[in-house]
């Protein structure tokens, strides 16, 4: 039975490394956020609105790759506690744009200092300065893939 080569050296991905980080980020981020009435969903939503000023609902379920039931859904929750509010487009009635409120700009600072603890925990091996350019990496990957994705949208 002939057996597969063996690299010299495990090819570096990232993925699994990311997907690992991100169960362990979600998992205590949950936890910290369920007093607030917050689950990591509705964290990543209010922070593009708080980051674009607001956003129609279609760009949002984009941003977030959500398909139109489950972003009403969200947007439902966000709206049930006064965080987020849809407003019709001036552009185009049809359309709602969807911002944050004042009540959700502090609902989301509060979540921000207790999600600090939770990097502190998940990211101790990295120092400050290590952190930040990983916070930089992720960023600079994250826009990449909105790119991508608003070209899907727009084809």
């Known amino acids: 039975m002939a057996t597969s080569p063996v690299p010299d050296q ?3 991905r990232s993925g699994p490394l990311l ?10 981020a949950e936890s910290v956020l369920a007093p607030m009435g917050l689950r990591p969903r509705h964290l990543v939503a209010l922070t593009l609105l708080r980051d674009r000023g607001g956003s129609t609902q279609q760009g949002l379920a984009s941003m977030l790759e959500m398909d139109g039931t489950n972003i009403v859904g969200l947007l439902n929750d966000l709206e049930a506690t006064n965080l987020i509010e849809r407003r ?15 009540a959700g700009a502090k609902q989301l600072a509060k979540a921000e200092i207790a999600l ?6 998940v990211l101790c091996a990295l120092d400050r300065e290590q ?8 960023q600079r990957a994250a826009a990449g893939a909105e790119v991508i994705c608003v070209e899907r949208v727009e084809d």
């Open 10 to 12: 495990t090819p570096c």
């Open 19 to 28: 997907d690992h980080l991100a169960r362990r980020v979600r998992l205590r």
């Open 131 to 138: 952190r930040e350019t990983l916070y930089e990496l992720l």
């Open 116 to 121: 600090e603890a939770v990097e502190d925990e």
């Open 88 to 102: 019709r487009s001036p552009e185009d009635r049809r359309r709602h744009v969807v911002v944050l409120t004042d």
